[in-house]
């Protein structure tokens, strides 16, 4: 055995090792799932670690590589291209939101008399490793880990965000997040959005809820649900009232992008999104 | 283009023969951690499907099986990070000893394997991944502490408080003297 090689082991350490080998016996092996793990290895591959627990994932249109100009800010004024903001941009991680996130409420509301509400936290851009590496620990006590936690590096110049659901006492569950660099903020029809059940217990049921980015220049998303009846989320300032009630798109502080909810109403659930104005 | 598909077909074939090669040890491993044959099957699949993912840098490694053990170890300590009880373990780090004391009959009557698997589901999840890495999969303390992502020190302390443990209850010395291991 070589539990013994580093340490002056006891007989009955061997003896543990050997009712451990006993004890592992005890489970039924079966034929490795192999299709399954391929599956699922795609799966994670191709959404990365956008997307947990919501189940639906639709991005239309296209983003990336694309002009800033043109985008708005979460004040509603423009904003320049970061090569020429530079020597006005906030010079410290601790402003650039780098290790305490910005959090905004994008919705809220009740379901069968349990509270229900969506944050996204927006993570400001980490310019050297080291920010980023203190990113990821400053992540981590949130409980709040990017997909390739152990690359620091791939943080670099990249805004994080994670949205979450909380229903009830229970805690928040991660719907979607992404890292991106301003290059990917959403432009023209651009929408990515997830639908997830508002009860995270009721996995197998229909999904309500959808969340999602668009443009800062989109003024109207339409959610259509699955009975043909569509609700329409319209443009609203910072800081306006959360009123379940109403669909909106609204700014979240540290994003490039806007942000929707939508919530189906009961006994329908969702079909798609898109922007329509 | 062609090269590039046969790589790739290569690839897959390398990581085919590295699953269902790997699963039998993997799903012994993860049932001692997890002590439950749907939560092993998870793990063990969950594992494996991440190594998928980085399949391309880690089946060119020198030592797979070491990524491999070290996202099993950090998929079984995020979950317990999320829903600290897995599921028999209290959560003082001195329940074993206690939890003994309380029931020793129970355990005593209960047959050896599933004693065991009783007494190191009891474990707090870092002394049962320490015991189970360095005691069931052989590995050195080098290669555990590089497992768990921890220091050698801390192996030493996790695997030996956790082995104080198993050894103080009474069954396991019955289980180990009537197996005629002694």
Redesign the interface.
């Known amino acids: ?3 013994d ?3 002056n082991q006891t ?3 061997r ?16 034929i ?3 299709q ?3 599956r ?6 191709a959404r990365r670690w956008a997307l947990a627990t919501a189940t639906a994932l639709v991005i239309v249109g296209t983003s990336g590589g694309l002009a800033l100009a043109g985008l708005r800010g979460g004040d509603g004024g423009e904003v320049t291209p970061a090569v020429t903001q530079r020597s006005t941009q906030p010079s410290t991680p601790e402003e650039r939101h780098v290790y305490t996130p910005q959090e905004t409420m994008l919705a809220a509301g009740t379901e069968q008399g349990e509270t229900w509400y969506v944050t996204v936290d927006v993570w400001g851009a980490p310019r050297t490793e080291a920010e980023a590496a203190a990113q990821l620990r400053s992540m981590s006590s949130r ?1 709040e880990e990017p997909w390739d936690k152990d690359n620091a590096s791939a943080l670099v110049g990249k805004i994080t965000y994670f949205v979450r659901r909380s229903f009830g006492s229970g ?1 928040p569950a991660f719907l979607m997040g992404n890292s991106v660099s301003k290059q990917d903020a959403m432009v023209g029809t651009d929408l990515q959005s997830a639908a997830t059940p508002l009860d995270p217990k009721k996995t197998d049921g229909p999904l309500p809820l959808v969340v999602g980015h668009v443009a800062k220049t989109a003024q109207e998303v339409t959610c259509t649900w699955k009975d043909g009846s569509s609700t329409v989320a319209r443009r609203v300032a910072a800081g306006a009232d959360i009123n379940s009630d109403e669909a909106a798109i609204r700014p979240a502080a540290g994003s490039p992008d806007n942000w929707f909810v939508c919530v189906a109403p009961a006994g329908t659930a969702y079909e798609s999104a898109e922007v329509t104005k | 283009m062609g090269d590039r598909k046969e790589a790739r077909e290569t690839r897959d074939d390398a990581f ?1 023969s590295f ?2 090669g790997r ?2 040890r993997l ?6 951690l997890t002590g439950e ?1 749907h939560a ?2 998870d793990l063990v ?2 594992t ?6 980085a ?1 391309r840098k880690v089946g060119s490694a020198d030592d797979p099986e070491a990524y491999v053990r070290r996202v099993m170890i950090n998929a079984h300590a995020r979950k317990h ?2 829903r600290l009880k897995e599921f028999l373990a209290p959560k003082d780090d001195s329940g074993l000893v206690r939890e003994v004391a309380d029931t020793g009959d129970r355990i005593a009557q209960a047959e ?3 004693a ?2 009783q007494a ?1 589901a009891q474990l707090p999840p870092r002394q049962r991944e320490a ?2 890495l ?3 999969e ?5 290669q555990v502490a590089q497992a768990m992502g921890c220091s050698v020190g801390a192996v ?1 302390s996790n695997a030996a408080k956790g ?1 104080a443990k ?2 103080a209850i009474p069954g ?1 010395a019955e ?2 003297t009537h ?1 005629g ?2």
Request: proline share 2%; hydrophobic share 45%.
């Open positions: 055995m070589s539990a090689r580093e340490t007989m009955t350490d003896d543990i090792a050997l009712l451990l080998a006993d004890a592992a016996d005890e489970v039924e092996i079966g490795a799932p192999y399954a793990v391929i699922g290895g795609r799966r994670r591959r409980h805690d | 085919q699953v269902i699963w039998p799903m012994r491993t993860a049932f001692l044959q092993a099957e699949q969950s494996l499907e991440q190594t998928f993912v399949w990070r999320r050896d394997r599933s065991l698997l190191l015991v189970v360095r005691y069931w052989d590995l050195t303390e080098t030493k082995i198993l050894r396991l289980m180990v197996g291991r002694k």
